[in-house]
């Protein structure tokens, strides 16, 4: 229960509607540039892998400057999957953010059906993969363009950092766009459960659906955890793995540190929870709470 505390504040809400609407706005222009309004002619051109490249990362470049202070502009389930892994977010607010994220993806895609000729409309850009290769490779694909993604997030979003210069967004955005211009051919290119679940919810298309989920959640894991624990740990949570933390009598929980040279050994801290809590990520920066699609 301690988890939900935060839950029930003003800034908690704003956060997790800036979710809903970042990616409502991000589906509905993505999916649009997918539409090929010459589909009618006696030979229609191929989709412009380019067009589509660009649309969906400057989208998300922009959502991700427009709502990275209100919500962290996570916009992606996976991405929130991997805030929660590097423990940048509790599990019960992640769970909000993924539902709006969702929902958000569905009205967006909605909103599209509702406004394209059914003449146009084709798959509504349904992300599918490719007949010529396996799912397992399907998977494996959304699994590294994801990783790619995510890895950006972390190193441009980085708070240890000195060195960083530009827009945040902007590099997020190019990371979109470069998985796009890649995997576009192969699975449709994704990166995002949301952008592949509003679509194919729309038009009742959940052909190989799960390779959408798990992919990019596995990439996005996978490249917190050798940022955030291998690549650039932060020292202060390397001195926190060090503590133990054990219940008195009084059923308050304390610190017990044991290698710290600043202390006295075996010397005890009590850990104020209602202080612990009060410190909402929502509040940071964006380069602390880290943002992404």
Same mark, same amino acid.
């Not at 569905?106 to 349904?126: E, F």
């Not at 290769?133 to 708070?159: K, R």
């Given at each position: 229960? !301690?988890?939900?505390? &935060?839950?029930?504040?003003?800034?908690?809400?704003?956060?997790?509607?800036?979710?809903?609407?970042?990616?409502?706005?991000? !589906?509905?222009?993505?999916?649009?540039?997918?539409?090929?309004?010459?589909?009618?002619?006696?030979?229609?051109?191929?989709?412009?892998?380019?067009?589509?490249?660009?649309?969906? &990362?400057? @989208?998300?470049?922009?959502? =991700?400057?427009?709502?990275?202070?209100?919500?962290g502009g996570h916009?992606?389930? #996976?991405?929130?999957?991997?805030?929660?892994?590097?423990?940048?977010? $509790?599990?019960?607010?992640?769970?909000?953010? =993924? !539902?709006?994220?969702?929902? &958000?993806?569905?009205? %967006?895609?909605?909103?599209?059906?509702?406004?394209?000729?059914?003449?146009?409309?084709? @798959?509504?850009?349904?992300?599918?993969?490719?007949?010529?290769?396996?799912?397992?490779?399907?998977?494996?694909?959304?699994?590294?363009? /994801?990783?790619?993604?995510?890895?950006?997030?972390?190193? /441009?979003?980085?708070?240890?950092?000195?060195?960083?210069?530009?827009?945040a967004g902007l590099?997020?955005?190019?990371?979109? #766009?470069? %998985?796009?211009?890649?995997?576009?051919?192969? /699975?449709?290119?994704?990166?995002?459960?949301?952008?592949?679940?509003?679509?194919?919810? =729309?038009?009742?298309?959940?052909?190989?659906?799960?390779?959408?989920?798990? &992919?990019?959640?596995?990439?996005?894991?996978?490249?917190?955890?050798?940022?955030?624990?291998?690549?650039?740990?932060?020292?202060?949570?390397?001195?926190?793995?060090?503590?133990?933390?054990?219940?008195?009598?009084?059923?308050?929980?304390?610190?017990?540190?044991?290698?710290?040279?600043? !202390?006295?050994?075996?010397?005890?801290?009590?850990?104020?929870l209602e202080k612990?809590?009060?410190?909402?990520?929502?509040?940071? $920066?964006?380069?602390?709470?880290?943002?992404?699609?």
């Amino acid at each position: 229960m !301690v988890a939900f505390k &935060g839950i029930w504040t003003k800034d908690f809400w704003r956060a997790v509607s800036g979710e809903y609407l970042a990616t409502l706005i991000f !589906v509905l222009l993505g999916l649009g540039s997918t539409i090929n309004w010459a589909a009618g002619q006696e030979k229609p051109p191929p989709a412009d892998l380019v067009l589509i490249s660009l649309c969906f &990362g400057l @989208s998300i470049a922009t959502m =991700v400057q427009c709502f990275g202070h209100i919500s962290g502009g996570h916009i992606n389930p #996976a991405v929130t999957a991997a805030m929660v892994v590097t423990r940048k977010l $509790s599990l019960a607010k992640a769970v909000f953010y =993924v !539902v709006a994220q969702c929902l &958000g993806a569905i009205t %967006g895609a909605g909103i599209l059906y509702i406004v394209t000729p059914a003449a146009v409309r084709g @798959s509504l850009g349904v992300t599918t993969v490719n007949s010529d290769i396996s799912l397992g490779h399907g998977l494996l694909v959304e699994l590294l363009i /994801t990783f790619e993604l995510v890895f950006t997030v972390f190193a /441009t979003c980085d708070p240890k950092r000195t060195d960083l210069g530009g827009s945040a967004g902007l590099a997020i955005g190019f990371a979109v #766009a470069i %998985g796009h211009l890649f995997a576009i051919p192969y /699975t449709g290119a994704s990166m995002n459960p949301a952008r592949s679940f509003g679509p194919a919810m =729309v038009t009742l298309n959940f052909e190989s659906h799960w390779v959408y989920w798990v &992919g990019p959640i596995l990439g996005g894991i996978l490249a917190a955890g050798l940022y955030e624990y291998l690549y650039c740990p932060d020292p202060e949570v390397k001195e926190r793995l060090k503590h133990v933390f054990k219940k008195d009598t009084s059923g308050k929980y304390r610190e017990v540190e044991s290698d710290d040279v600043a !202390v006295k050994p075996g010397s005890i801290h009590t850990i104020d929870l209602e202080k612990q809590e009060k410190k909402d990520p929502f509040h940071d $920066s964006m380069g602390e709470v880290l943002s992404s699609v």
